[in-house]
Structure formats: C-alpha cells, structure tokens
C-alpha cells in the first residue's frame, strides 16, 4: 500500500478510495482550529487504493496525542441515541415536516423524543401534528413550554424563507434560460 511496506509513519497524509469510490484525505478540522485535524477511521479491508501523499519520518520523538475514549464513546453513544429516534420516527410514519423539525429542535434540546407521531419535549411539553405553532401543547405558564414554542417558530421561519430563496433561484434559472 505505502510502498514496499503495508504501512505508513503516524502523521503522513493519505489518500484512501473506498469501495463506494469515496475518497477521503486529511483535511482541515471541523472545529476550525489549525492545530487538530478531523479524524477518520478507515477499514482498510474495505479500500480499494491507498496513496501516501506525504510521508513523515517514522523516527519522530513525539507520540501521537491520546484519544479521550470517554468523550468519543459518549459521542458515540449520543449519535446512536439520535439515530435510534430518527428511527422511530420512520417507523411512526411522521411526515417529513415533522422529522425535520424533530431534527431542528434536537440540535439545541437533548430531552426530545417520539411518542408516536408526536414530539416530547422535556417530557411536558407535546408537538402534535401538523407540527405548527398552534399544535404545541403543554404548560403555557411554563419557561420550556414558551422555548420551545419560540423554537417551533423559528423552524417555521427558516424553513419558509429557504423555500422562497429556492423558488427564487428556480425562477432566476428560468428567465436565465428564456433569454438563451
């Protein structure tokens, strides 16, 4: 693979292309801090070539820096967790406006979950469908009831304005095409 040997030195840059003709390289963090790199675990079983772009010493003095198993199992973990409720949600038969809601409030509230076609949120706060403002229902007295009632309409808002940036676009694509 790399070379005369079926190894390369911690630290060298590599080229994989996997059997679904992905390619992954080093690239910069997702963090955006220049001094971590993104890291990818790649069955090499699974990778059709492997090219060394930039090889480094392997007589380097400085061991690689240890990974913080805790933190990447509770990753680990929480994505299971996510991917389990996305599940659900499929399997409930939530309409696509739902799922993407449940998604956008996942990314600031962890205590969500289905109950059938219903979100739960902090266990006392219930989005019904069709996922609209009017169909939160729970406490209105309550601080989680109002956040996540200001969360609901937030996705709304988003979510109209980027179908009227995509109808402007269609529409910018059309009259670009009348004009040829």
Not at 24 to 29: L, T
Not at 47 to 67: A, D, G, M, W, Y
Not at 119 to 135: A, E, Q, S
Request: hydrophobic content about 30%.
């Amino acid at each position: 693979m790399a070379g005369a040997s079926d190894w390369f030195s911690i630290g060298s840059t590599v080229l994989c292309k996997t059997c679904h003709e992905q390619e992954i390289e080093e690239c910069p963090s997702s963090s955006g801090r220049p001094s971590l790199n993104d890291v990818h675990i790649v069955n090499l079983s699974l990778v059709s070539n492997v090219q060394v772009i930039r090889e480094v010493s392997p007589t380097t003095s400085e061991p690689p820096q240890s990974l913080n198993l805790q933190r990447l199992n509770t990753r680990v973990r929480n994505q299971v967790e996510e991917k389990k409720r996305l599940v659900m949600a499929l399997q409930a038969g939530v309409s696509p406006e739902g799922q993407k809601l449940f998604i956008a409030i996942s990314k600031t509230i962890q205590d969500i979950t289905w109950n059938g076609a219903n979100i739960v949120v902090f266990n006392n706060v219930t989005i019904r469908p069709p996922y609209k403002v009017d169909n939160v229902h729970g406490n209105t007295e309550s601080g989680a009831y109002r956040h996540v009632k200001k969360v609901v309409e937030k996705h709304i808002k988003d979510t109209a304005q980027a179908q009227q940036q995509r109808e402007q676009q269609q529409q910018q694509t059309q009259k670009g095409g009348e004009l040829q």
